[in-house]
């Protein structure tokens, strides 16, 4: 339960922090901007188990694309399913059945509308194939 609270913590931080950031945009390039201005997803892979695990993160933003290798590419997967990572088309390829477990959460704002998004997978390959480019943080 403790972690529960401290994940809606750090969530609701994250919220404010980036509320934050956007009021202090300029105003001339907040008019240009305002289509994408809510395209952004805090993301986090953590692998192992909860105890002992590796957990990295960063802030996806899609205007421009930037906070992770593959930015570009993971804007432009969101926009084809609207944000929804759980629509994302599954991509062709065998995974062996390696249990390592690896969980993403994603945590933001897609054209305005809150993302919320956690999901534990058996091995970085099936994350890969589900998720495209969105969780692909390690360089």
């Known amino acids: 339960m403790t972690y529960t609270l401290t994940t ?21 390039r907040a008019s240009v901007q305002e289509s994408r201005a809510g395209d952004w997803l805090y993301l986090t892979v953590s692998r192992g188990d909860a105890q002992s695990g590796d957990t990295r993160g960063t802030v996806l933003m899609c205007d421009p694309p930037q906070g992770h290798r593959r930015a570009a ?10 944000g929804d990572i759980t629509r994302m088309p599954m991509a ?18 897609w054209r305005g ?11 970085d390959c099936e994350m890969r194939v589900r998720t495209g480019a969105v969780f692909a943080l390690d360089g």
């Not at 062996?96 to 959460?105: E, F, K, Q, S």
């Not at 509308?113 to 091995?123: A, K, L």
Request: charged share 15%.
């Open 8 to 28: 809606k913590a750090v969530r609701g931080g994250l919220l404010a922090t980036a509320a934050l950031l956007a009021v202090g945009a300029a105003p001339a």
């Open 73 to 82: 590419e993971a804007c432009a997967q969101l926009d084809a399913v609207g």
């Open 92 to 109: 062709h390829a065998s995974c062996l059945m390696i249990h390592a477990p690896v969980t993403v959460d994603a945590v933001g704002e």
């Open 113 to 123: 509308q809150p993302v919320d998004y956690r999901r534990t997978f058996p091995n």
